[in-house]
């Protein structure tokens, strides 16, 4: 995505249209589906926002937490090119989003924002993990501030 590469860290972002969610419990999950063909969730160009959705909203965890950063490489070398969450990311993530195009960005963890701006949602993938499996939204203008993107990163 070229839109991608003219975005540079601290840039304020507006995101509309399909995002999947995924955290601790489903993103690892996703990966090994992946490395064993069994992924049809369609991730190139996609963007995944590390929450949990319940009735009560969505609002970003915390990104750095291992089940989810060691997710990231294998999901944005795969195609997800937009990650969506909050806190740090350690420096193989950072070299891996930049080895492959890929940004992340944070959002503010403000679930009465965030929630507004859900337009649909639907469980796609491990049903099992309740409101921790993996959603399809479609999101209209969702904030967020670009915070690793071309290997700089606001930390």
């Not at 080895?99 to 960005?105: D, E, L, M, S, T």
């Amino acid at each position: 995505m070229d839109v991608l590469k003219d975005l540079s860290i601290g840039a304020q972002v507006s995101l509309s249209g399909v995002i999947f969610t995924g955290r601790d419990a489903a993103l690892p999950k996703l990966v090994h589906a992946i490395d064993n063909n069994q992924n049809n969730i369609p991730l190139i160009g996609s963007a995944i926002m590390h929450t949990a959705v319940s009735d009560a909203g969505i609002s970003p965890t915390t990104s750095n937490k291992a089940e989810i950063s060691e997710s990231i490489p294998r999901l944005v070398e795969k195609g997800v090119l937009v990650h969506i969450g909050k806190g740090k990311l350690d420096s193989y993530v950072v070299d891996a989003l930049t080895k492959f195009g890929g940004i992340f960005i944070v959002t503010p963890p403000v679930a009465a924002l965030l929630t507004r701006c859900v337009v649909s949602k639907k469980v796609i993938a491990f049903h099992e993990e309740g409101m921790e499996a993996i959603h399809r939204l479609v999101v209209r203008d969702l904030p967020g501030i670009v915070a690793i993107a071309n290997g700089e990163s606001i930390y």
